[in-house]
């Protein structure tokens, strides 16, 4: 063990009394529940809410999927590759078909079981994942898209003259899905003209359209108006809308179908009707009780471009017609670039405005009506295939905000690495629940392939850097529905870890999901302060900076925190000071305001230019135009005067030296420390995490706000909280390789013990490194293994015998292990460098609790008092009982080697069509360390 790493060992006990599930708290962990391709059991229900209730997470989210190759399931025999491995015969499996009586009947009895165990379900608002919808929406009542065909005229001569003198033009119809399509208008402008064409050039001929037949019948005296000798060619554009086509996904085929309109209540309310309503109806008495939340997962349905009344919703909205500018939606810039790109802008904020209003807040509306809750993922932003909505504002109207986050392992390195994505993907969420007083930012956690090999230890430094950003619960992504008893059993492939009944750490893992409630309890209710604010803009999409952007706008190391136009309305200043005048936030202020574009509406440049003469620092890049089309070039002058007041001569302003709410004594630790500061009736909680790896870190952390108040450290492995010292305005912090710790502020509970005496300065005497020791190893997870006797410890994936080599699930050391006759009387620790995934401790009678984390130290010392006995002169022993669990890939890795034949094991298949074959899980891949690989550690100190 490395000086380090031994120096690192943490001094707090760890009791399993600590380890209790929370039932009903809203700190604790919950999960999606992916019910996979109609394969559902009652007993399979059973028992997976009682390994949920059991490890700790007492909420689940039924997500009902169809994925084809989700449905191939294999036994690993013989592997020569993935297309040889035999398929297992699902035909005897039960289906219970999406919204068929035997499914509801299984629905009611997730709900019973739910209720029993005191567990709460939700349900995703369609079948598959994405997004609203299903068989009952018509084409009609599904998302639109403006479709359009264009006829090029160069003369009078391409026009069938009638005996009155009228003109007949064929127009071809526009693209049509799903036998649905409407018009909306024919357009007709000239062609080369040799000065910009204006609104007088673009004539509306829809009165004219015969649209059985597609001709355009022109009159006479019209065509002297079209065709002149200024115009030669024209050209006619005939608009309509048809179904974007997109669908629910991935939806069973009993549930798919399109996805609702988005931007008209009517379409949303026939939905509503048919899923949630029949939804609600099956759960009967446990309706808004047990079954309380609908979920919207995060907007995978594209771009919807049209809905029946948008003409009409865009002139009350924009004040103008919409329809002369058509052309610019079909590509045509036939117009000045400032009216193109002015249009546009309202084109994309009107359909933003409309599912803003008649999706989520309508969608809102509807659950509530029903004594339901809304979670929701909104629309992320980043992405362009995303409406144009104020992003944040989307998140308005749910009761619980969800972003996501992936955990991105290198499965195929041994050790497995982290890759921690810098910044977080998606932050917008985390913003909006401040702006918008949501108590709970959930996140759905941890997503990413179902690699087989990852455990707790893996998986922390991803949560770490979730908490960092605003999360403050975690919802498992996933625990897939396992109807039967083989393992890994069903996953979904790519998009989910294994967390399930059948991973054998995860029935050890209540500790780690203890870890994240005791982190959530602190961070829920709790509003996250910084030292900036960033106006979002008015640009449609309003998306979060780019990386290089932020670089750019910010100073390293300071916090900040996006506003929207609504919220900018209310920000105010006091004592230099911006605040938002919203109850929740009457104590959180920030020291500047940031402007990161050049085109902003007028309201927003007046509500600036207030806030600059009330004191507030304006900083950031200088407005110079306004966006809309209506009253542009006055609007945009007003712009730039008042911009000019701020600016002056500068294009840019850079943001202030301002003295940063946490400070660290080296500030190399600026990339290393992860942290956030959350404010809540009157206290301060700072959470910090190392995201180093593998290295302990010492630093000094100065909390520039807080004066004269007492800090208390809560460490979240074990809730024992210690009275903190400060050394001239700083105090100093240890934190072991990826831990987490929470420094408490204007805390009135006790402290367990002195952080400086405890943690900082432990009085180790010595540190033994065991390697050798009489007892015996024992396979629970397999029958057919005999105990074996040891003498020594060692990684079990050297062993000879198959069996043990490639072993996965349950191992139990009984250990019996040697103390010198001095150390009798100290304080002891035990710490084991290499657990595998968890490491259930007894030292003789006494249960000690699970650990996962392979820096950290149990402290052994009363526990050994009451069993120790002289075994023989100079030397004492006690009994050690040891429970590990390790991840699946090493059985995996061996059923492609062995032909186990019934105990192969069953699992999703490895690679699908889209993706190839998933590396990680071969015949030559190299095994993960189980066992105690690297020994036992005693940790001797002082009394």
Same mark, same amino acid.
């Given at each position: ?83 040889? !491995? ?23 009895? =997730? ?109 006479? *005296? ?40 988005? !931007? ?57 017609? !919409? ?51 809304? @979670? ?20 308005? @109207? ?144 309003? %998306? ?60 927003? !440049? ?67 420390? %992860? ?74 509970? =006790? ?46 994936? *050297? ?23 001095? @150390? ?6 035990? %710490? ?33 008092? =009451? ?29 492609? %080697? ?5 105990? =192969? ?39």
């Amino acid at each position: 063990m490395s000086t380090h790493l031994r120096t690192a060992i943490a001094t707090a006990a760890l009791s399993a009394t600590l380890f209790t599930a929370n039932a009903q708290s809203p700190a604790a962990t919950g999960t999606w529940w992916h019910w996979m391709n109609g394969h559902i059991t009652r007993e399979g229900i059973t028992k997976d809410l009682e390994a949920m209730k059991a490890n700790g997470i007492d909420n689940a989210t039924i997500l009902n999927v169809y994925r084809p190759f989700g449905s191939q399931f294999k036994a690993f025999e013989k592997y020569v590759a993935p297309e040889n !491995m035999r398929d297992i015969d699902e035909s005897a499996w039960p289906v219970a078909k999406f919204a068929s009586p035997e499914w509801y009947d299984l629905f009611r009895w =997730a709900l019973d079981e739910a209720e029993r165990l005191g567990m709460t379900i939700g349900t995703a608002n369609c079948d598959g994942w994405s997004e609203t919808g299903g068989p009952w929406i018509a084409p009609e009542n599904s998302m639109k898209g403006i479709t359009y065909a264009k006829t090029l005229i160069t003369g009078a001569s391409e026009l069938q003259s009638l005996a009155d003198g009228r003109m007949e033009i064929e127009l071809p119809q526009p693209e049509m899905k799903a036998n649905f399509y409407e018009d909306v208008c024919v357009l007709a402008y000239p062609v080369g003209l040799k000065r910009a064409v204006t609104l007088a050039d673009v004539k509306d001929l829809t009165p004219y359209l015969d649209a059985k037949r597609g001709v355009l019948t022109v009159p006479a *005296e019209l065509q002297f108006s079209i065709l002149s000798s200024e115009v030669k060619r024209f050209e006619v554009l005939r608009f309509g809308y048809t179904t974007t086509g997109q669908k629910t996904h991935p939806a069973s085929p009993e549930g798919a179908g399109f996805e609702c309109d988005k !931007m008209d209540t009517t379409a949303l309310n026939l939905h509503f009707a048919h899923y949630n309503a029949d939804v609600m109806k099956a759960a009967g008495r446990h309706c808004g009780k047990t079954f309380s939340y609908f979920l919207v997962d995060s907007w995978e349905c594209r771009l919807q471009t049209w809905t029946k009344h948008l003409p009409e919703e865009f002139a009350r909205r924009r004040g103008y017609s !919409m329809l002369p500018y058509l052309p610019v939606l079909a590509g045509d810039a036939i117009f000045d670039a400032t009216t193109c790109e002015a249009f546009i802008h309202d084109y994309r904020l009107t359909l933003g405005e409309l599912i803003e209003e008649y999706f989520f807040k309508h969608l809102a509306d509807l659950c509530h009506a029903n004594g339901m809750l809304l @979670y929701s993922e909104g629309i992320y932003g980043g992405k362009d295939d995303i409406p144009g909505c104020d992003i944040m504002a989307t998140y308005k @109207y749910c009761d619980v905000p969800m972003t996501e986050f992936w955990a991105r392992l290198q499965a195929m390195q041994n050790p497995i690495t982290s890759k921690v994505t810098a910044p977080f993907n998606h932050i917008l969420p985390q913003h909006a629940a401040l702006l918008y007083d949501k108590p709970i930012l959930a996140s759905e956690a941890y997503t990413g392939a179902a690699i087989y090999s990852e455990s707790p230890w893996d998986l922390v430094p991803y949560a770490n850097q979730a908490y960092s950003e605003g999360v403050s619960k975690m919802m498992l992504h996933s625990y897939v529905h396992q109807m039967q008893d083989r393992g890994p059993g069903f996953t979904l492939g790519i998009y989910g870890q294994a967390f399930n009944r059948l991973n054998p750490w995860f029935n050890e893992s209540l500790p780690y999901w203890t870890w994240q409630q005791r982190i959530q309890e602190q961070m829920q209710g709790a509003q996250r302060c910084a030292d900036a604010l960033i106006y979002i803009g008015d640009c449609r999409p309003a %998306n979060e900076c780019k990386a290089d952007e932020l670089a750019r706008l910010v100073p390293e190391g300071q916090k900040y925190q996006y506003i929207n136009a609504e919220a900018l309305a209310e920000t105010q200043v006091r004592d230099g000071r911006l605040t938002i005048n919203r109850p929740h936030l009457k104590d959180i202020d920030y020291q500047y305001i940031i402007v990161r574009q050049s085109a902003i509406d007028l309201s927003t !440049m007046r509500r600036l230019h207030a806030l600059h003469k009330a004191g507030a620092k304006v900083c950031g890049v200088k407005p110079v135009a306004s966006l809309g089309l209506l009253n542009h070039a006055e609007e945009s002058a007003e712009v730039l005067r008042l911009a000019n007041e701020i600016w002056g001569d500068n294009d840019f302003l850079p943001a202030p030296e301002v003295k940063r709410e946490v400070v660290f004594g080296d500030k190399a630790d600026d990339s290393r420390i %992860n942290y956030l500061h959350r404010k809540r009736d009157g206290k301060d909680a700072y959470f910090l995490a190392n995201m180093q790896d593998d290295k302990e870190l010492l630093t000094d952390v100065t909390f520039t706000r807080e004066d004269g108040r007492s800090a208390v450290l809560l460490d979240p492995m074990d809730g024992r909280r210690y009275a903190m010292t400060p050394h001239d305005g700083a105090y100093r912090i240890k934190l072991r390789p990826r831990q987490a710790v929470i420094v408490l502020f204007g805390e009135e509970v =006790a402290a367990n013990a002195s952080y400086d005496r405890e943690v900082l300065t432990p009085a180790i005497v010595e540190t033994l490194h065991i390697t050798k020791a009489d007892g015996r190893l024992s396979f629970p997870s397999d029958k057919d293994i005999k105990t074996q006797k040891i003498s020594e410890l060692r990684d079990i994936t *050297e062993s000879k015998n198959p069996d043990i080599r490639y072993y996965c699930g349950v191992l139990e050391y009984d250990l019996t292990l040697a103390l010198p006759e001095k @150390y009798i009387g100290q304080r002891l620790k035990l %710490n084991l460098p290499a657990l595998g995934a968890t490491a259930h401790v007894w030292v003789g009678d006494t249960d000690l609790g699970t650990v996962w984390d392979p820096t950290y130290a149990l402290d052994i010392t009363d526990a050994v008092a =009451a069993c120790i006995g002289q075994s023989k002169k100079g030397q004492c022993s006690f009994p050690v009982k040891l429970r590990l669990t390790n991840p699946w890939r090493n059985r995996l890795v061996g059923d492609l %080697n062995q032909n186990r034949g019934d105990k =192969a094991a069953l699992c999703t298949s490895p690679g699908i069509e889209k993706y190839g074959d998933i590396p990680f899980v071969r015949r030559d891949q190299v095994l993960i360390p189980a066992g105690l690989s690297q020994g036992i550690n005693l940790i001797v100190m002082e009394k």
